[in-house]
């Protein structure tokens, strides 16, 4: 009996191939974004090797619902890093400035002056404008030196907060952060006070300013309330945008700077060649935060000890911008193979820098042939333990897939996962640096606000709002409302969806109303998406808050679904042989996929076939969507060979035909699949 398989998909359509696995996926597109042509190449486009289809295997793909944590590697909560390991060098050390000078000069001026004025008797009750000159040498001494004296204050309380470690790293980085903010308000504050003691209770006995003193206090008091708002703005913006990028980005960068330890690591000398595997240093920061990898000074960079002890709980502000700025400043290196002849040259000579999926490929072939034992196929646990710790060799083992079951790392995985962190370290870059422009844009947006609210209450302060200027202003407010009122809601719908909601970053495959794009750039007001031809797609982030969004790259492990029909008369033993070759070739491709795959009749279509599904888990997701369809056509071609060995086909039903007029046969060949015999 011959039949005639057919196959096809329950998830989706043939057509939707795939070519590039981060923008090409044939589907659907829907009107409502605006579309912009644009004739440069993609951020996340670096040559032609990623035009090909890519094998690439997504290694974090995990649930946390599902996936096993390992307490021996996490973290703890009280693990603290030294209290000046995450300080800069430019907060130990005492700079000055011009101004700092001037004011050095003129504090030892006033204070001479003011002393020769309170020790001469002839002084003393000199009078200028019915004030003593050593209240006028006060108040000088407030206004020219205030500034400096507020940052003297600054630097005891800083005393005071590192003497406390959890206290410190909640409070120190925006002492210093909003340095200049904090010292102007603390000089304000001084001046005002100086000039309520000196001037307020003698106005009423002074026969000049007595109408000029009053409303000089006034603006000084307006200072000192729009200094103290637009600081709580300042502190306000900083605090957000530090939860933030703690919440969202301290996982990937942590991951990501482990996995560039471990690729430098791993193609470096053996540990016992080196001098001590503590002196590791994250290559590429900047010049002020970096040590080479041979230094031992855990002052000025990132060691790999510190970076297993931190977590989200403990991380200071100081740490966290230190490890943005060593995602932003630096690339994936190699440690040249001749780095022991080069211990005292320079930097470029050391490290080899990985700029592009073919040279992420050639390192991964350089770190295999370093590590693996020249007669071995493959990377094992013990290999991994001569470059790295027990603790950092299993870590790293858990970093593939298959050697959690198979305790071993072949050369195609090595590379896989040399070129996945590449992407993912490209990717979180450019997500870093789109959200910093976010928060600048968030900024300059609330520096409006913000300034119109300190106008309103200096004139409050001022006394110069009546209640006629209210009643024009509120009359301004309704027509400012009717004409900006949808633009002031839709900017705050799209800084909610970018800082509270953010369902993806840079690099995120996702699909939105049945449109499979990736993200290409995140702004504060719209996401621009490439779609699978590289069209790039601008849409509103008011308009994407209201609406589902699927994201490939934060799914766990996908399914795939398989469907295809046999005929009705099919033998049992057939089916179950063909369940048992099915299962078995899943199961050798452990690689691939993950095991005990379901296979089950389905339905009974027609009378005359049957409907069968093939039900299997990748391991992976569908983020690199070209790798999706490569493996599942292999399975498909598997599964026509075992079709043809088994003899299982499917055939139509039979019809009855009336034939009124039959040609002369002008040929004796039949179908190939027709049984005939000779005569």
């Not at 659907?28 to 993609?42: A, F, K, L």
């Not at 994936?332 to 470029?348: A, P």
């Not at 969004?549 to 766990?556: D, K, L, W």
């Amino acid at each position: 009996m011959a039949d005639h398989t057919t196959t096809t998909s329950a998830v989706e359509p043939p057509n939707q191939f795939t070519y590039n696995p981060y923008s090409f996926t044939s589907t659907t597109s829907s009107p409502g974004p605006v579309r912009q042509r644009s004739t440069t190449s993609s951020r996340t486009d670096h040559g032609d090797e990623e035009v090909k289809l890519s094998s690439l295997i997504r290694t974090k793909t995990k649930s946390r619902l599902v996936h096993v944590h390992h307490p021996d590697i996490e973290p703890k909560e009280d693990d603290q890093v030294s209290i000046d390991d995450d300080l800069p060098d430019e907060y130990k050390k005492l700079s000055y400035s011009k101004w700092t000078l001037v004011q050095l000069i003129s504090l030892i001026l006033i204070i001479g002056f003011l002393a020769c004025t309170l020790a001469i008797t002839r002084f003393r009750n000199k009078k200028m404008y019915d004030l003593q000159w050593w209240k006028w040498e006060v108040m000088l001494f407030v206004v020219i030196c205030g500034r400096l004296v507020s940052g003297c204050v600054i630097r005891i309380l800083v005393f005071f907060v590192e003497r406390r470690f959890l206290l410190r790293k909640r409070v120190l980085y925006f002492v210093y952060g909003l340095k200049k903010a904090v010292q102007n308000c603390i000089w304000l504050t001084l001046i005002l006070i100086a000039w309520q003691c000196i001037f307020d209770k003698k106005v009423k006995r002074m026969s000049y300013g007595k109408k000029v003193l009053p409303f000089v206090t006034e603006i000084w008091i307006s200072l000192l309330v729009g200094t103290l708002v637009w600081l709580l703005k300042t502190l306000l913006i900083e605090v957000l945008a530090l939860n933030f990028h703690v919440s969202k980005y301290f996982d990937r960068i942590q991951d990501s700077l482990f996995n560039q330890f471990v690729i430098e690591t791993l193609s470096s000398p053996p540990r016992v060649e080196v001098r001590n595997e503590d002196d590791w240093v994250i290559a590429g920061l900047p010049s002020q935060f970096k040590a080479t990898p041979r230094s031992g000074d855990k002052y000025n960079g990132i060691s790999i000890d510190q970076l297993h002890k931190l977590n989200q709980k403990n991380i200071s502000a100081w740490m966290m911008n230190r490890m943005m700025n060593a995602i932003n400043t630096s690339v994936l290196t190699t440690v040249d193979e001749q780095v022991q002849d080069h211990v005292n040259g320079e930097e470029d000579e050391i490290f080899k820098r990985i700029t592009n999926e073919s040279q992420a490929k050639v390192a991964a072939k350089k770190i295999f042939r370093n590590v693996a034992d020249p007669s071995s196929k493959y990377i094992y646990l013990e290999d991994l333990k001569r470059f790295l710790r027990d603790d950092e060799a299993l870590k790293t083992m858990r970093l593939f897939d298959e050697a959690i079951e198979t305790k071993r790392i072949s050369k195609q995985a090595l590379k896989n996962w040399v070129v996945n962190v590449f992407r993912e370290r490209r990717a979180l870059s450019l997500s870093l640096k789109d959200t910093k422009t976010a928060v600048d844009k968030l900024h300059q947006m609330l520096n409006v606000v913000v300034g119109v609210i300190v106008i309103v209450i200096s004139l409050l302060i001022l006394k110069v709002a009546t209640s006629q200027f209210f009643i024009f202003l509120s009359s301004q407010l309704v027509f400012v409302a009717f004409v900006f009122g949808n633009t002031c809601k839709t900017m705050f719908e799209a800084v909610i969806f970018l800082f509270v909601m953010h369902p993806f970053d840079v690099g995120d495959r996702c699909e939105i109303d049945g449109v499979q794009m990736v993200v290409e750039e995140m702004n504060i007001l719209t996401t621009i998406f490439l779609r699978y031809d590289n069209q790039k797609i601008s849409y509103p982030n008011g308009v994407l808050s209201a609406m589902p969004i699927a994201n490939f790259n934060r799914s766990p492990d996908m399914g795939e679904a398989i469907d295809f029909c046999i005929h009705v008369s099919t033998l049992a033993e057939k089916i179950a042989k063909m369940k048992e070759m099915i299962t078995s070739y899943v199961e050798k491709k452990s690689d691939h996929w993950q095991p005990r795959p379901t296979v089950v009749v389905r339905d009974v279509e027609d009378m005359n076939r049957l409907k069968i599904s093939v039900w299997l888990s990748h391991r992976m997701n569908f983020q690199d969507m070209g790798e999706r369809w490569k493996r599942r056509a292999l399975l498909v071609e598997e599964m026509i060979k075992i079709f043809k060995d088994l003899d299982i086909e499917y055939r139509m039903l039979p019809l009855d035909i009336n034939v009124r007029y039959m040609p002369e046969l002008t040929s004796n060949r039949f179908p190939s699949n027709w049984t005939t015999c000779a005569i």
